[in-house]
């Protein structure tokens, strides 16, 4: 609930991105490092090999540049907004439904890409996409991507995987013969409702959604009904990895959307756990490092867009977060993803992956829909049980 009642004050400046305008001029040349680098990232994303390692894409930068980094971890889109319109950070590692409210906030600053050699090695299906780019302008390097797994207790689930999110969204009997009310989780941010309206296109076609993130307000009320009574089955709203780790662990929760991440830190840990893309598709996040205005560091900065491009950290953050590498050639000779890797987690199912972004109350599905202050508010309503 707190982290939900920190969104609000994250998109009250937001109104419409239509009009975005272009922030200062980027960068025209690379200078000497200021030695100090802070990053805002989601779990997991910038390693130093403190919990295993063999993931440590930090120390060799440091000792190449002379920039010392500093990371602070935030849970959720909504945090990492708050967190870059305070100030006082370098770098973000923003999702699709964080990025463009950054942009239209003046958060963060253009980007020039002659300054990042390894620009031209990012897959051509990222290197406009639209939650980077506005009017042809870039708002940061690709980092890494992938999907809102369905992740499961395969003991619960007599080692058959779910084939639905119904699991999640409907009261149901599960193979092992006990309810899933209270067994069951979901996520703790707005964005979540993108998922419900995911799953009511296959089962209610009726309603015309065209777009999960771009509901009219038929379609939105038919996807907070269905949180609704998904409210009288979940356990917990999720936003920390780990403790939805501890959850799975020891306090019987046997379904719920997740991130590749806690998968893979289980099934690490031998516990019986696996993931599967439901017959309704996923939603996911294709991350962008983006560049606060007023950071205080550009030049470090700059230095850990490049480096964060390079094959080896692609590769390793990849088979550490269970990710997609933006850059293709990560994909083969790294040890730690393996050559198959990238297909293992979901390379060639990009175009089956509803990507995270901000909605807007203008659409190109419909004309109007619902905007994004109305899933925040709404969405602590449904956690409160309203």
């Known amino acids: 609930m707190k982290k939900l009642l920190q969104s609000c004050t994250a998109i009250t400046a937001i109104v419409s991105f239509a009009t975005t305008a272009i922030a200062q001029e980027p960068l025209k040349e690379l200078g000497k490092g200021e030695?100090?680098?802070?990053?805002?990232?989601?779990?997991?994303?910038?390693?130093?090999?403190?919990?295993?390692k063999n993931y440590d894409w930090v120390t060799k930068f440091e000792a190449d540049t002379g920039c010392k980094v500093t990371v602070k971890t935030a849970a959720t889109s909504d945090e990492m907004v708050a967190l870059m319109n305070e100030g006082g950070f370098d770098l973000v590692t923003?999702?699709?439904?964080?990025?463009?409210?950054?942009?239209?906030?003046?958060?963060?600053?253009?980007?020039?890409?002659?300054?990042?050699p390894s620009w031209k090695t990012i897959d051509e299906r990222l290197q406009n996409a639209p939650w980077h780019t506005v009017n042809g302008v870039h708002y940061g390097t690709p980092y890494v991507w992938g999907p809102n797994v369905l992740m499961y207790n395969t003991e619960a689930f007599k080692d058959q995987a779910p084939t639905s999110w119904k699991v999640v969204f409907e009261e149901m009997t599960l193979p092992d013969g006990k309810s899933?009310?209270?067994?069951?989780?979901?996520?703790?941010?707005?964005?979540?409702?993108?998922?419900?309206?995911?799953?009511?296109?296959?089962h209610k076609p009726e309603l015309g959604i065209k777009d999960?993130?771009?509901?009219?307000?038929?379609?939105?009320?038919?996807?907070?009904?269905?949180?609704?009574?998904?409210?009288?089955?979940?356990?917990?709203?999720?936003?920390?990895?780990m403790i939805q780790i501890d959850d799975f662990k020891n306090e019987g929760v046997v379904a719920s959307g997740s991130w590749p991440f806690q998968v893979n830190l289980m099934k690490a840990e031998g516990a019986k756990i696996a993931s599967t893309f439901p017959e309704e598709g996923v939603t996911g996040w294709a991350d962008t490092t983006m560049l606060h205005a007023d950071s205080e560091h550009p030049n470090c900065a700059y230095m850990w867009m490049e480096h964060s491009l390079s094959p080896k950290v692609q590769g390793d953050v990849s088979?550490?977060?269970?990710?997609?590498?933006?850059?293709?050639?990560?994909?083969?000779?790294?040890?730690?993803?393996?050559?198959?890797?990238?297909?293992?987690?979901?390379?060639?199912?990009?175009?089956?992956i509803s990507f995270w972004k901000t909605p807007t109350s203008k659409c190109e599905s419909q004309g109007e829909c619902v905007p994004y202050h109305?899933?925040?508010?709404?969405?602590?309503?449904?956690?409160?049980?309203?």
């Open 374 to 386: 109305r899933w925040v508010s709404d969405y602590i309503g449904v956690i409160g049980g309203r």
């Open 319 to 352: 088979a550490w977060f269970g990710t997609v590498p933006s850059v293709p050639a990560a994909c083969k000779g790294n040890e730690l993803l393996t050559d198959e890797g990238c297909t293992t987690n979901g390379y060639d199912n990009f175009d089956k």
């Open 212 to 241: 999960p993130y771009e509901l009219n307000e038929d379609q939105y009320k038919a996807a907070l009904d269905l949180l609704r009574g998904q409210r009288q089955l979940v356990g917990r709203y999720w936003h920390d990895a």
């Open 35 to 52: 030695g100090a680098l802070s990053i805002v990232a989601w779990a997991g994303y910038i390693e130093r090999g403190e919990t295993d």
């Open 180 to 202: 899933n009310k209270g067994r069951v989780q979901a996520y703790d941010g707005p964005i979540y409702v993108a998922d419900a309206a995911l799953y009511l296109m296959k």
């Open 94 to 116: 923003a999702s699709g439904d964080a990025s463009l409210r950054l942009v239209a906030g003046k958060r963060v600053q253009p980007i020039n890409t002659d300054l990042i």
